[in-house]
């Protein structure tokens, strides 16, 4: 009798938490902006990699320009008894500054920035592909923080 209970209280709690109606509201359907026109200072390819986290959204009633300043530093956080870095410090920093082109008002400035550390590997390609993945994650982070603040702004 027990083991029927919990098959069915089970199968209960499976049915209640399918039918939620959960959806995440970073996806393109809740998107209330497209961004029409950025202006890059900077690093060049690290703000190209944030504005290409945004999708375009097709008859969208809110176009923005995003000028973006975009700066990495790298320093060594951590050096082995002979000198050699065995551990970086990577840090992001954005400053965004988002217009409106529909009436021309300064809608968001905001410097966004994070930082995370990685240990250097013995092969050279290995540090670098690690750096590349924790920017990859930085700017996809910083992305969803400003795109989840224009959503506020526009809801």
């Known amino acids: 009798m027990k083991k029927f209970f919990n098959i069915v209280f089970s199968i209960y709690i499976l049915i209640l938490f399918s039918g939620c109606g959960y959806q995440p509201l970073l996806t393109?359907?809740?998107?209330?902006?497209?961004?029409?026109?950025?202006?890059?200072?900077g690093d060049r390819k690290l703000g190209q990699n944030l504005i290409n986290n945004f999708s375009e959204i097709e008859n969208a009633k809110n176009n923005l320009t995003f000028q973006v300043e975009a700066s990495k530093k790298k320093e060594i956080a951590n050096r082995s008894s002979k000198g050699t870095p065995l551990e970086y410090n990577l840090s992001v920093n954005f400053h965004i500054s988002v217009t409106s082109d529909n009436d021309g008002k300064e809608i968001l400035t905001q410097n966004f920035s994070q930082s995370d550390t990685y240990k250097a590997s013995k092969l050279h390609l290995d540090t670098l592909n690690r750096e590349r993945k924790i920017v990859d994650n930085i700017v996809k982070n910083i992305a969803d923080q400003i795109t989840i603040k224009l959503n506020l702004i526009y809801n």
């Open 28 to 41: 393109e359907k809740f998107q209330k902006f497209n961004i029409k026109n950025f202006n890059i200072i």
